[in-house]
């Protein structure tokens, strides 16, 4: 089946610094990869849609400028967060639909993010 | 555009009777189906899903799911539950490209199995 990595499975950064997450595609290519956020006990929060060749699409409420995505190649997109503060410690997953697979989509393993 | 909803935020079985997780959906168009399962600290791995075609639908571990149109609803279903399915489950829904493929998940539901 297709698989989705994500780098990496856990972080810990001091408040003011940047972090970059990686989520890559290992068997297939993604024009699209979506972050999610999810926080304890609760479900997948839609951040963001990474396009390949383009800039992301952003859902309402997420700050682009906070939540920086780069869609690099067919296969790596990757979500730094920048200036973290302890309130973007999370879950971060992220998910690429394999076209021509009835738009399933292939999640990462997720990145735990704390802030300290 | 499209939502979810799912009935009961946790539910408790005891091992080896019937597991039925709840999901009702809303869409403008047809939608594709799928519940997800999700273990501590990991990401989704896919249990089913529905697209086209037959109704009833079956995935891994057991689980099966019934597409009813008249219904709205999409429910998870095992006859026999096993400790190893404590877990968190979502039912997700998309429009494909009507939606971006994006997908849109219910709030989820906890499953306790009790020995």
């Known amino acids: 089946g297709a698989v989705v990595s994500q780098h990496p499975s856990r972080v810990i950064c001091k408040s003011g610094t940047s972090v970059k997450i990686e989520c890559r595609s290992l068997?297939?290519?993604?024009?699209?990869m979506f972050w999610y956020r999810q926080f304890p006990k609760k479900s997948l929060m839609l951040m963001a849609t990474s396009n390949e060749g383009s800039k992301a699409t952003y859902e309402q409420g997420v700050e682009k400028d906070k939540f920086l995505i780069n869609h690099a190649s067919l296969t790596l997109s990757t979500l730094t967060v920048t200036s973290a503060h302890p309130e973007d410690s999370s879950f971060y997953i992220c998910?690429?639909?394999?076209?021509?697979?009835?738009?399933?989509?292939?999640f990462g393993p997720g990145t735990r993010l704390t802030v300290t | 555009a499209q939502s979810v909803t799912q009935l009961g935020s946790h539910v408790s079985v005891s091992e080896g009777a019937l597991v039925l997780l709840r999901c009702n959906y809303s869409s403008s168009v047809p939608p594709y189906l799928f519940w997800y399962v999700q273990y501590p600290n990991q990401g989704l791995q896919l249990l089913l899903k529905y697209t086209t075609g037959a109704t009833l639908v079956k995935g891994i571990n057991g689980f099966e799911a019934e597409f009813k149109k008249s219904e709205t609803s999409f429910h998870l279903t095992k006859p026999s539950a096993h400790m190893s399915d404590a877990a968190e489950y979502f039912c997700?829904?998309?429009?494909?490209?009507?939606?971006?493929?994006?997908?849109?998940f219910g709030e989820g539901t906890q499953l306790t199995v009790n020995p």
């Open positions: 997700a829904v998309t429009l494909g490209e009507t939606s971006g493929s994006r997908l849109t």
């Open positions: 068997d297939f290519q993604a024009t699209t």
């Open positions: 998910s690429a639909p394999r076209m021509g697979a009835s738009y399933e989509q292939y």
